[in-house]
């Protein structure tokens, strides 16, 4: 496997769990009645939100998520869609 295309997996990868964990902190949150216990929360939030930043910049710096072009963006689910299926299929022996 090329370098770009494993950085972009990686990237890719570690962006989305990035939002997830914007997203989860977020939700948590909104469920805690603790203020102490929101604070290292804010906290956290904060840390995953530059993370998520720091990663989207990297990647739209390294071609690696064209953001603002819709038609990059197709042309790579087009490729990362082709690649997938054409990924062999290893069957789990038990």
């Not at 989305?16 to 997203?23: E, L, T």
């Not at 904060?46 to 910049?57: D, K, P, R």
């Amino acid at each position: 496997m090329e370098r770009s295309y494993r950085d972009a997996i990686y990237a890719g990868s570690l962006l989305g769990y990035a939002k997830a964990a914007v997203r989860n902190t977020s939700a948590a949150i909104t469920e805690t009645a603790t203020p102490a216990v929101r604070q290292v929360l804010n906290r956290h939030l904060q840390q995953a939100i530059e993370l998520h930043e720091q990663v989207f910049n990297y990647m739209l710096q390294h071609d690696l998520y064209p953001a603002y072009d819709v038609e990059k963006i197709i042309e790579h689910d087009i490729r990362n869609a082709k690649s997938a299926i054409a990924m062999p299929i290893r069957s789990r022996q038990p």
